[in-house]
């Protein structure tokens, strides 16, 4: 499953053409926590462990996130900076498009953007147990208020 599965053509057309090839070998860091939220990436090929660092402590290995799923969503929601950070545990294959682009397209593609959207909390849902309407929630937030009206 990728963040383009199940989306209408003219969105797919719409949101590919955002997208940008994104490669690096194992053991490169994407980005670290705190780093400005510029990127959602989509992995195709690889796998990425996330990492959070505490004020007071050193860093914590969260989860693997494996080829079908994104990470980077500090972008899409409009964070000033990541709030964990992305090492790839493998060679690493993705497609990444900046979160102020995806933004825009939803403003100005308001159909379209509503369905980005539905998505968007598909995926980002489907790594927490009945989260789809609170990450729906989170995202709708970020974005512009015309793409919160489903056509």
């Known amino acids: 499953m990728t963040i383009f599965d ?3 053509k003219a969105t797919r057309r719409l949101v590919q053409q955002d997208f940008e090839p994104y490669s690096c070998p194992s053991g490169t860091v994407i980005f670290e926590q705190g780093d400005p939220a510029v990127f959602l ?4 090929h690889g796998s990425v462990l996330t990492r959070y660092k505490p004020y007071d402590g050193p860093s914590m290995n969260l ?7 994104a990470f980077g969503w500090s972008a899409v929601i409009g964070a000033p900076q990541y709030t964990l950070g992305a090492l790839a545990r493998e060679d690493l294959q993705a ?19 509503a369905e980005l959207l539905d998505r968007l909390a598909q995926l980002v849902s489907n790594r927490w147990k009945d989260a789809n309407a609170q990450a729906r929630s989170i995202l709708e937030r970020a974005l512009p208020h015309n ?3 489903r056509k």
């Open 63 to 69: 989860i693997t996130i494996h080829a079908g799923d």
């Open 147 to 149: 793409t919160r009206k």
């Open 95 to 113: 497609l990444r498009a900046r979160g102020a682009s995806l933004r825009a397209l939803a403003a100005e593609h308001p159909k379209e953007g």
């Open 41 to 44: 990436y989509l992995i195709l």
């Open 6 to 8: 199940g989306l209408s």
